[in-house]
T-cell receptor, first 114, second 112 residues
Framework: QKEVEQDPGPLSVPEGAIVSLNCTYS??????FMWYRQYSRKGPELLMY??SSGNKEDGRFTAQVDKSSKYISLFIRDSQPSDSATYLC??????????????WGLGTSLAVNP | KAGVTQTPRYLIKTRGQQVTLSCSPI?????VSWYQQTPGQGLQFLFE???????NKGNFPGRFSGRQFSNSRSEMNVSTLELGDSALYLC???????????FGEGSRLTVL
C-alpha cells in the first residue's frame, strides 16, 4: 500500500462548478500537508500549505485536513478554465536534523470546461 | 527574481549512454532537490543537497548521482541509461532543507 493515495482522475467539470480533490494517507507521522498545481509542461507550484487539522481558505481555494481519518481535501469554488491542471497532494514529516521526508500523491488531472 | 532554471529542457538518448542535467536554484537558496516524474509512479525523490552536501537520498540505483557546487548550482547524472529512465526530471530549490520547494520546468529525457 502506498503511503499516499490519490485518484488520478481525469476529472472533468463545467466552469463554475465546485471541485473536490482528495488524498488519503497511512503514516500518522506526517505533520505538514500541501497541495501543488502543475500545468502542462511546467513544474509544480505550491498552492496551499496546512499544518493542523481543520480548514484553510485562500480565495477560491480551501484546504481541509482531517488527521483522525488521515484524509485531506482541496476544494475549488467557482472553477475556471485556468484551473485546468494536475493537482498533487504532498505530505511531509521533518526529523530532528531538520530534513524533510516528502511523499507525493500521483496527482489528479482536472479539466474545467467553458 | 529569477526562478529555478533547468537545462536542457528536452533531450533524447539511447540505452547505455549517460546524461547530465543541470539546475540553477533561485538566488539565495542553498537546498536543491531532484525528482523523477513519470505517469505511473508520480514524483519520486532522488536526492537533496544543501551547501554541497547530500542530505537525503531516495531509493534509486547508484546509476543516479548528483552534486552541488559552491554557488548552489546542482547537476545530476544518470549513467548506463535504461528505457525506464525516460521521465521528466524536476529540480526544486528552497532556502533550507525544511522550506518551501520551488520547482523548475524540468528536463524531459527520452531514452530510445
Amino acid at each position: 500500500q502506498k503511503e499516499v493515495e490519490q485518484d488520478p482522475g481525469p476529472l472533468s467539470v463545467p466552469e463554475g462548478a465546485i471541485v473536490s480533490l482528495n488524498c488519503t494517507y497511512s503514516n500518522s507521522a506526517f505533520q505538514y500537508f500541501m497541495w501543488y498545481r502543475q500545468y502542462s509542461r511546467k513544474g509544480p507550484e505550491l498552492l496551499m500549505y496546512t499544518y493542523s487539522s481543520g480548514n484553510k481558505e485562500d480565495g477560491r481555494f480551501t484546504a481541509q485536513v482531517d488527521k483522525s481519518s488521515k484524509y485531506i481535501s482541496l476544494f475549488i469554488r467557482d472553477s475556471q478554465p485556468s484551473d485546468s491542471a494536475t493537482y498533487l497532494c504532498a505530505m511531509t514529516s521533518i526529523n530532528a536534523g531538520n530534513n524533510r521526508k516528502l511523499i507525493w500523491g500521483l496527482g489528479t488531472s482536472l479539466a474545467v470546461n467553458p | 527574481k529569477a526562478g529555478v532554471t533547468q537545462t536542457p529542457r528536452y533531450l533524447i538518448k539511447t540505452r547505455g549512454q549517460q546524461v547530465t542535467l543541470s539546475c540553477s536554484p533561485i538566488s539565495g537558496h542553498r537546498s536543491v532537490s531532484w525528482y523523477q516524474q513519470t505517469p505511473g509512479q508520480g514524483l519520486q525523490f532522488l536526492f537533496e543537497y544543501f551547501s554541497e552536501t547530500q542530505r537525503n537520498k531516495g531509493n534509486f540505483p547508484g546509476r543516479f548521482s548528483g552534486r552541488q557546487f559552491s554557488n548552489s548550482r546542482s547537476e545530476m547524472n544518470v549513467s548506463t541509461l535504461e528505457l525506464g529512465d525516460s521521465a521528466l526530471y524536476l529540480c526544486a530549490s528552497s532556502l533550507s532543507t525544511a522550506g518551501e520547494l520551488f520547482f523548475g520546468e524540468g528536463s524531459r529525457l527520452t531514452v530510445l
